[in-house]
């Protein structure tokens, strides 16, 4: 009688919890689905779906086969429009700030061009050990703050400000109402993971005419960051907080519209482009033929005397030097390119003039 009035009152117990335990998860759901309403209510930025690399928009593909133009010298750090923490080296033509080693304080620095309207990308050139814990990049107002007491991740802190946190891969916008969001949102973390950590130069695209803001780093294309953009003038910004870092900022390019190219910069493009895809079929094919002849001698090679060849060459100098092997083939690739590329532009029938523009 004893035993079977225990369990008897464990299966009420157990019966509770789980009751308990539905209960709490059917609120769990229903809060989150009261946030997603309450967020989509809010006009919040969009989830991008996951994804192992997004396509290039064809106004940035414009952009990224455009030379400099002359504007681009000019842009640089702000003197005036500052933290008192950082200063602007005046040797690198006010291209490169530097924050001065002060404790328990987050720092920011404008550029010196704002923009309301067309295309731009610029280059943010920031080593990654000199980040520190709350390295940002971004866009902001002229209203937004350049100063605050403490780390923290400054740009995104109010609506005046978009920012990307390099450490934590996280997107700031007015973060008192708008939570962070994961960025770029790859399907594999450990690639966003390494491009982070690998790469030093970073350009931000900043379509004024849409309203976006993308990010580029190691050439791959990481996505829109944030949209709605439009009617503002919007600059270039960083926040740092690692005392004696150093970050460059330089301009690549823009324009307002596309049909502000010329007929010559479109053909130049086209021509371009079919000259890298008659170098990449080069490449496949030289790559196929390679491997063929490999296996086939792998195959002929069943002696002793080969064998034991081979293994001293493995574990020998050839073992030793394999790296550099890598980096001058890697360097022989670049330059078997640029010379096919070359050749091709030489057989084109267009004046001279034209064909170093197209190598340009």
């Known amino acids: 009688m004893l035993s079977s009035f225990k369990r008897t009152k464990m299966g009420q117990r157990m019966s509770n919890l789980s009751g308990r335990s539905s209960t709490s998860r059917s609120n769990r759901e229903s809060g989150e689905s009261s946030e997603k309403q309450r967020r989509l209510a809010d006009n919040a930025p969009i989830e991008y779906p996951t994804r192992t690399e997004c396509p ?14 002359k504007e681009c010298d000019s842009m640089g750090w702000n003197t005036e429009d500052k933290s008192m923490n950082i200063v602007v080296l005046p040797e690198c033509n006010g291209r490169v700030c530097r924050r001065l080693p002060v404790a328990q304080s987050t720092d920011c620095i404008r550029g010196n061009k ?40 400054l740009i995104g802190s109010n609506k005046e400000s978009w920012g990307w946190d390099l ?65 503002r003038t919007i600059y270039p910004i960083i926040s740092a907080v690692w005392g004696h870092c150093e970050v460059k900022i330089r301009y690549i390019s823009s324009f307002q519209s596309v049909a502000a190219f010329t007929l010559k910069e ?31 001698s792998s195959l002929r090679s069943n002696s002793p005397e080969d064998s034991q060849r081979s293994r001293s060459g493995a574990f020998g100098l050839h073992g030793s030097a394999s790296a550099s092997s890598n980096n001058n083939n890697a360097q022989q690739t670049s330059n078997h390119a640029k010379s096919y590329l070359e050749t091709k532009v030489e057989t084109l029938p267009l004046p001279l003039t034209l064909k170093q523009y197209l190598l340009e």
């Open 56 to 69: 290039i928009p064809y106004k940035m593909s414009l952009l990224l086969d455009t030379p400099p133009r």
């Open 167 to 231: 450490g934590r891969s996280k997107l700031l916008h007015d973060c008192v109402r708008l939570p962070p969001r994961t960025y770029p949102k790859f399907s594999n973390t450990s690639v966003a993971e390494d491009i982070l950590c690998l790469t030093d130069c970073i350009k931000v695209i900043l379509d004024m005419d849409a309203g976006t803001l993308s990010f580029m780093a190691d050439n791959i294309f990481l996505g829109v960051a944030f949209e709605g953009l439009q009617g």
């Open 114 to 153: 704002g923009f309301s309207t067309g295309i731009h990308m610029w280059e943010i050139e920031w080593e990654v050990k000199q980040r520190g814990t709350h390295a940002m990049i971004g866009v902001a107002t002229a209203e937004a703050p350049l100063h605050c007491p403490g780390y923290r991740s």
């Open 266 to 296: 479109l053909c130049r493009r086209v021509i371009k482009q079919s000259c890298r895809e008659s170098i990449q079929q080069n490449n496949n094919n030289n790559n196929a033929a390679k491997s063929h002849n490999d296996s086939s």
